[in-house]
C-alpha cells in the first residue's frame, strides 16, 4: 500500500509533466506559426539582445534612433544572462564577421556555413526547448529565435532609417518583402 504522502507527489507530478509538455508543445507552435508566435509574446514578452561588432547592445548604433515596438511584443528587461534571451540578432560586417561572434556557436549556428555565404546574408532560425535550471520547478520550455544579417550589405542596399524596420519585422516573423523593396537606396 502506498502511502497518501507519496500518492499527492506523484499526482503532482503527472501534472507539472502534462503542464510542461503542453506548454512545450506551445511554444513549438509558435515557433512554427507566426500568429500563434504573437499571441506567446502578448503572453510572455519576448526579450532581446543584439551582438554587433564585438559587443552586446539594447540598440546598436546601426539604427538612426531607438528601436520601436509597435506591437508591444518585447520586453524592457535588458540582457540579464544569455540563456534568458528569447531573439538574437547577429548584425555582421559581412558574412565572414560571425567568426567574431564568440556567443554564435552557443545559439546553434553553424559559423563556417554562414562565414562562406554570399553578401547580404538575412537567416532566421527558430526552435524551442525545455531547459532545466536551479529553481524550485527545475524544468522550464524556452524558445529561441536567431536572426543573422549582413548589415554592411544591407546598409548598401537599403536606407539606413528602414534598418530598425526590417530588423524588428524579422524578429517577429512579420514578411519583409513589401519594406524590402520599398526600402531601396537610390543608386
Same mark, same amino acid.
Given at each position: 500500500?502506498?502511502?497518501?504522502?507519496?500518492?499527492?507527489?506523484f499526482?503532482i507530478?503527472?501534472?507539472? /509533466?502534462?503542464? =510542461?509538455?503542453?506548454?512545450?508543445?506551445?511554444?513549438? #507552435?509558435?515557433?512554427?506559426?507566426?500568429?500563434?508566435?504573437? $499571441? !506567446?509574446?502578448?503572453?510572455?514578452?519576448?526579450?532581446?539582445?543584439?551582438?554587433?561588432?564585438?559587443?552586446?547592445?539594447?540598440?546598436?548604433?546601426?539604427?538612426?534612433?531607438?528601436?520601436?515596438?509597435?506591437?508591444?511584443?518585447?520586453?524592457?528587461?535588458?540582457?540579464?544572462?544569455?540563456?534568458?534571451?528569447?531573439?538574437? /540578432?547577429?548584425? =555582421?560586417?559581412?558574412?565572414?564577421?560571425i567568426?567574431? #561572434?564568440?556567443?554564435?556557436?552557443?545559439?546553434?549556428?553553424? $559559423? !563556417?556555413?554562414?562565414?562562406?555565404?554570399?553578401?547580404?546574408?538575412?537567416?532566421?532560425?527558430a526552435?524551442?526547448?525545455?531547459?532545466?535550471?536551479?529553481?524550485?520547478?527545475?524544468?522550464?520550455?524556452?524558445?529561441?529565435?536567431?536572426?543573422?544579417?549582413?548589415?554592411?550589405?544591407?546598409?548598401?542596399?537599403?536606407?539606413?532609417?528602414?534598418?530598425?524596420?526590417?530588423?524588428?519585422?524579422?524578429?517577429? #516573423?512579420?514578411?519583409?518583402s513589401?519594406?524590402?523593396?520599398?526600402?531601396?537606396?537610390?543608386?
Open positions: 500500500m502506498l502511502s497518501p504522502l507519496f500518492k499527492y507527489t499526482r507530478s503527472l501534472v507539472y /509533466v502534462a503542464v =510542461l509538455i503542453c506548454y512545450f508543445l506551445f511554444l513549438a #507552435a509558435a515557433v512554427s506559426f507566426p500568429s500563434i508566435a504573437i $499571441v !506567446e509574446r502578448k503572453l510572455n514578452s519576448a526579450t532581446f539582445s543584439f551582438w554587433y561588432d564585438g559587443a552586446f547592445w539594447d540598440n546598436p548604433p546601426v539604427f538612426t534612433a531607438i528601436m520601436d515596438d509597435p506591437e508591444n511584443q518585447f520586453s524592457n528587461d535588458g540582457l540579464k544572462d544569455w540563456q534568458g534571451v528569447d531573439i538574437w /540578432v547577429l548584425l =555582421l560586417n559581412g558574412p565572414e564577421d567568426r567574431n #561572434a564568440e556567443i554564435a556557436p552557443a545559439l546553434g549556428v553553424d $559559423v !563556417e556555413s554562414i562565414a562562406s555565404s554570399e553578401p547580404g546574408l538575412m537567416t532566421v532560425s526552435n524551442a526547448s525545455i531547459l532545466w535550471r536551479w529553481h524550485p520547478i527545475p524544468f522550464n520550455g524556452a524558445r529561441r529565435r536567431v536572426v543573422i544579417i549582413d548589415i554592411k550589405r544591407l546598409g548598401e542596399t537599403r536606407k539606413a532609417e528602414c534598418f530598425d524596420e526590417i530588423i524588428y519585422s524579422m524578429m517577429i #516573423a512579420r514578411p519583409i513589401d519594406l524590402m523593396e520599398n526600402c531601396r537606396a537610390a543608386d
